[in-house]
């Protein structure tokens, strides 16, 4: 392990090792403080997300370690049309680690593939953000106390929360898991993801109604739906509140189930709610944070090299708009197949499907 | 003392102990470079204000401490509708201390309000900026020896100018302060200032002419006059040069007198005076970093809790536009009594008056 | 020496020895690791540079210094009207070292003028950019372990390339030296270049042809033609073939020539040539970052005046309206003449000529 750009890049044993990890971090903050000294992380943001940037660089902070930070529209060389790989080797000459926030998918293996260095994918475009994720990960831990034998509801927007999806696919792994799918209609998770619990044979059930999934749940993981997904206000507005987790709506739910959100919320949990022992979506930031200082000492210290590729096909285009492989300058396009099924090539940057 | 909104927060005994701490740290700021290690101040500036955040990230580091910066629109997430209480929730899972700017009035107290970390106000909207009011007192006891008995002229903008407002309140509580109020007509103090040099028994008096002031004076303090405050172009063009520090003026005033001016300056000071020993301006930005490794350390030291708050009242509605009760979400509006007059009651937020 | 503004500020001698200091901390930087510890550099990109703001950044954490960093538009103060020199005053205030970039020409030199800090010039306008050329030299020599008695080839946009200036006028000391002009008619260098090396006989060819150059060059420079430059599109689609360096191309090179860029690049060079041994523009970055810690350290721990300036005459008025003259407040002219010609009189800030 050297990157770490999709969170299926990491095994279990690896996952529940950073979890190990963090958890010594908490218990114990004083005697990492000097562990990264003299290394610096570069945090380039090519897109704003602000929390993100700020974990990442106070993390490092709390190592001993320095932060060199690109924000805003990112570097001004990229204006002038430099390639992400020029990009990455430049600040591969300044900082010993990268973390990185790109709105293109597959930038962040590109970032990868152009350096020594460790690089951490911080969100490519709606790809993967498996920090996120690990935080996620982390904060089940810590409140259930396992990561298996769990029923996990994720409720709202599951058909276009990245989020959502990652947490599905690293949940999948532990034994006794039992997801429940609660969205609207139209925007229930897409058929790849339904596909894949139906292949590892992992329990699911689909609703439209929190109030009925809620009494069953250990684990709540609530995200918002926007207005825009809709074609249709009039239906939005039937339907908004129902999606709204409220303190009359807690009173359904077990006393010991965990509420989860990735933040930023808008009006989707209310405020009444933050004071119930059982929100624990600010933790998840401060956990967030933990998992971060983990895998950057992890990585830093970790002489591994990353393990062979899979075979790559160079016959195909991706035809994925957002996909970094339409700009990269002399970016050979790469596919890989999907194990069990011959007929199927995804693009080794983005992961779509080939047709 | 956990959090500073106001630099009425602060008592005498407390101002009069931070300025003895800043002046320790001018003497010997090498005994201060380790004091805040391991610590981390988080700079929000939802606005921008350039030399404030300097001041505040340059006294962090002088400590020993790290910073996390926000800088331009904020925070990312609030452009997706986030609250300011879920912003602070969440700066606080990374950070020890919050210093936020804002262009809200009120904004500074909802972020206290929503955080067991110290949070220090680098100015909400045109309400408050007590930092800069510190720096103002620790220049005027470094260069007269005393915050008491002394002739204090403020000049020009004094309508709209709340350094001056927040300097006038916290001198007032001084003993043998004498205030002289130089602006044209149309900018002079608004009442409630008056009123409240009237009721401590403050003498003041008023005039147009910054010449006929200037000889009397112990500390000139200059703002600047903007022309969009003038109705009547022609009245600006006529009053302007009258209120411009010359070094000819100069010639007018003590040979001890103490020039200040809270910066930036366009051209209300001759950069002639710039030489003069008398102009202090630049001191002020000197002493504004050291009052702000006073007051961070203390805050960072200070288990003190905040006292309670006077009663509060919640049948009544602000209607200041730019006060944070108007945007921030599940906010309950709330008003305190001023103290001797039952039938004023003010916004908690902003201060403002209800009608 | 206590400013860095204009390469030939510096003498041989002493940039031989910033040479061999930047050698040093690349030999062992460990030893360097706290030689700047309690300093600030205050880092202010007036103007976006992300690359040349990181690698000063990244070069004085990596001494144990901290650092103020001022990006996009620059001081909220300055959108209020602020001169360029108080803004230098204030930042004094708070830091240790200044590392400016700055859109006007001669803003440097004001800014040094304004403190009694070192301030090194970031890049001030199309003028100067020191730092630059101290790390082309750094590499020369550690490529070629000597800076004199090369072939230099410097080709592509050598009319507006303020680049390939500064580095013809830093090698024209060394003995030895020989200068290959690569460049469309159109671009090639101005008359006072040519004039510099005819004045200090150095000699020099120019050819519109990188191929028939390439064979007979120890190093060559590229630098990238912009579309924007030529007055006939059809002209730029006919000739910018010619300028792009291939793997074809390198054939025709020596086996020891150094490639060199200041990048970014576009396509000026090919990807494919990144993997030739003799591709050096990455160490160039690298050696940046090396040769501004050895210059940040050099300007921290040197207690020298600058020399007494030469006589300044007053009685001109600069015509250029990128000359920071045209907009600093109270600003007095001044020009200096050109030695061995009383006939020249150039801006003290810009360069440019009288007329």
């Not at 002038?80 to 591969?92: C, F, L, N, P, R």
């Not at 992992?202 to 999934?213: D, F, G, M």
């Not at 990353?306 to 790559?312: F, G, I, V």
Request: proline share 6%.
């Amino acid at each position: 392990m050297r990157s770490l750009i999709d969170i299926l890049d990491l095994s279990v044993e690896e996952i529940d090792a950073l979890i190990s990890d963090a958890e010594s971090i908490i218990a114990d903050p004083g005697r990492y403080a000097d562990c990264c000294r003299g290394k610096q992380l570069a945090a380039l943001f090519f897109e704003p997300s602000t929390r993100t940037r700020l974990s990442f660089e106070s993390a490092m902070l709390a190592l001993g370690g320095q932060v060199l930070s690109v924000t805003g529209a990112g570097m001004s060389s990229v204006s002038k049309g430099e390639s992400i790989a020029d990009t990455i080797k430049t600040v591969s000459c300044y900082a010993d680690i990268i973390a990185m926030r790109h709105p293109q998918d597959g930038a962040a293996l590109v970032a990868a593939n152009s350096t020594q260095l460790p690089v951490i994918n911080a969100g490519d475009g709606g790809h993967n953000h498996p920090t996120q994720t690990l935080a996620d990960l982390l904060t089940i831990h810590r409140e259930k106390g396992r990561l298996g034998h769990l029923a996990v509801g994720v409720c709202g927007d599951l058909k276009y929360g990245r989020t959502v999806h990652s947490l599905i696919a690293a949940m999948s792994r532990y034994p006794g898991i039992r997801f429940v799918l609660i969205s609207p209609e139209a925007l229930r998770v897409p058929d790849y993801v339904t596909d894949g619990m139906n292949r590892m044979g992992i329990p699911y059930t689909q609703t439209a109604s929190l109030e009925n999934a809620l009494p069953d749940l250990d684990i709540l993981y609530m995200t918002r739906i926007q207005r825009e997904r809709f074609f249709d206000p009039a239906l939005y507005e039937a339907l908004k509140d129902s999606y709204i987790l409220t303190a009359d709506k807690m009173r359904l739910a077990r006393p010991d189930m965990c509420v989860m959100h990735p933040l930023p919320r808008v009006n989707e949990i209310s405020v009444a709610v933050d004071s119930d022992p059982r929100a624990c979506y600010f933790k998840q930031m401060f956990n967030g944070k933990m998992m971060r200082m983990a895998l950057i000492r992890k990585l830093l210290s970790d002489p591994a090299t990353p393990a062979p590729r899979a075979d790559l096909y160079h016959h195909l285009r991706c035809m994925n708009p957002r996909c970094v492989c339409q700009t990269e300058q002399e970016l050979q396009p790469a596919f890989f197949r999907v194990p069990g099924d011959k007929e199927i090539y995804r693009c080794l940057y983005c992961e779509m499907q080939a047709r």
